[in-house]
């Protein structure tokens, strides 16, 4: 078996409920756009385009090693979520440029909702989530709600 389909067994184990996994649906895109909001605010110099608008040289290089992960898991895998980091970094932007200096609040609140949605999901199910017993897993909800698309579409990761 391949690491990734063990990754997606073990991350599954907890994720029985249909409850619990709606809920996932909505909060694990939420929690990983927040955290790239958050990174996308520390001080670094910014590239920008026309048609995309900004993006810090921080959030290149969590894009970089985040899709490094991906990429030694699956490189179907690695290049979505490429497009999709960039896509949800666009909807940083726009979100740090209509808040401006207040997008840390929105980033934050988002955050924090999706971790009480996340942890209440959790308590429906009756299982600690996976990321407790091993810190990967934080990177592992996105793909894993990624393979259920691809799976859908009959698409291989």
Not at 129 to 135: A, E, I, Q, T, V
Request: proline share 3%.
């Amino acid at each position: 078996m391949r690491k990734i389909d063990q990754l997606f067994t073990e991350y599954g184990e907890s994720h029985q409920n249909q409850t619990n996994k709606l809920i996932h649906w909505i909060c694990v895109p939420f929690i990983f756009w927040s955290i790239l909001g958050f990174i996308s605010l520390i001080p670094t110099p910014h590239f920008c385009s026309q048609y995309f608008g900004c993006i810090s040289i921080a959030s290149l290089i969590s894009i970089a090693l985040v899709t490094v992960f991906y990429f030694s898991l699956s490189w179907r895998i690695g290049l979505i979520m490429i497009f999709v980091m960039l896509l949800m970094e666009h909807l940083v932007y726009f979100i740090n440029i209509e808040f401006a200096q207040k997008s840390w609040m929105v980033f934050l609140v988002i955050f924090i909702l999706s971790w009480i949605g996340q942890f209440y999901g959790h308590k429906i199910e009756g299982k600690k989530p996976s990321f407790l017993k091993d810190l990967q897993f934080l990177l592992i909800g996105p793909i894993w709600l990624l393979h259920f698309i691809l799976k859908k579409l009959n698409l291989k990761y």
